[in-house]
């Protein structure tokens, strides 16, 4: 599926929301002008990973944006979400793409070259690639794979590439610059009491027009 990828990935992790639900986590995110989503969640039940992305995905439908569901692809075809994001442990991109069909997203998470040119080969419509910087936010031996990684990483691969990975705010245009068509955020963009201003302050350092006035 070929889908225009936003500079701004927001990665929305149910278990580190700060408080809120992802439904008004998402709100902020949205009212700011993000347009990219995905819910993450590792210890949730699935009955509660769907209750979660169905009020989400509902929210993200009439923002004309887009929800990636991380690891489900079964909890991504129940809510009809935009699509599924699998990561190296998780269900093979063929199989996720056979149960979503051509008409959904699925992306991949990569951390070597050969994983990216694996990926690359695949029917996977962009590649995750990282970390790029060291991170708190997910538990991982993957080695950081900084900025001249990153541009390895490009020249392996013409598919839409999101960098993820310890990013933060200053770092950003330059993310983009080593060959990323997305960066992927999570933790820098709960810091600070106003989510929304962060997200706001992030489309706007990655050249995107917010909605939210800074």
């Known amino acids: 599926m070929n889908f225009p990828l936003p500079r701004l990935y927001a990665i929305i992790d149910a278990a580190g929301t700060g408080g809120p639900s992802p439904a008004a986590r998402g709100q902020e995110f949205l009212d700011a002008g993000v347009r990219l989503i995905q819910l993450r969640s590792k210890t949730a039940s699935t009955r509660e990973l769907y209750e979660a992305s169905l009020e989400l995905a509902a929210l993200v439908g009439r923002a004309g944006g887009t929800l990636i569901i991380n690891d489900r692809a079964d909890v991504a075809l129940a809510v009809d979400a935009g699509g599924v994001h699998v990561g190296q442990d998780d269900l093979p991109v063929e199989l996720a793409r056979?149960?979503?069909?051509?008409?959904?997203?699925?992306?991949?998470?990569?951390?070597?070259?050969?994983?990216?040119?694996?990926?690359?080969?695949?029917?996977?419509?962009?590649?995750?690639?990282?970390?790029?910087?060291?991170?708190?936010?997910?538990?991982?031996?993957?080695?950081?794979?900084?900025?001249?990684?990153?541009?390895?990483?490009?020249?392996?691969?013409?598919?839409?590439?999101?960098?993820?990975?310890?990013?933060?705010?200053?770092?950003?245009?330059?993310?983009?610059?080593?060959?990323?068509?997305?960066?992927?955020?999570?933790?820098?963009?709960?810091?600070?009491?106003?989510?929304?201003?962060?997200?706001a302050q992030f489309l706007s350092k990655l050249g995107e027009q917010p909605a939210k006035k800074l």
């Open 98 to 199: 056979g149960l979503l069909g051509p008409g959904k997203i699925v992306g991949v998470s990569t951390h070597s070259i050969e994983q990216v040119r694996e990926a690359d080969r695949s029917s996977a419509d962009y590649i995750a690639f990282g970390p790029i910087f060291s991170t708190s936010t997910k538990e991982s031996s993957d080695q950081v794979v900084g900025l001249e990684g990153l541009r390895e990483a490009r020249r392996a691969t013409a598919k839409p590439l999101v960098a993820i990975g310890g990013i933060y705010l200053d770092a950003a245009p330059a993310v983009l610059g080593a060959g990323a068509d997305s960066v992927a955020v999570i933790g820098d963009l709960l810091r600070g009491e106003d989510v929304g201003e962060r997200a």
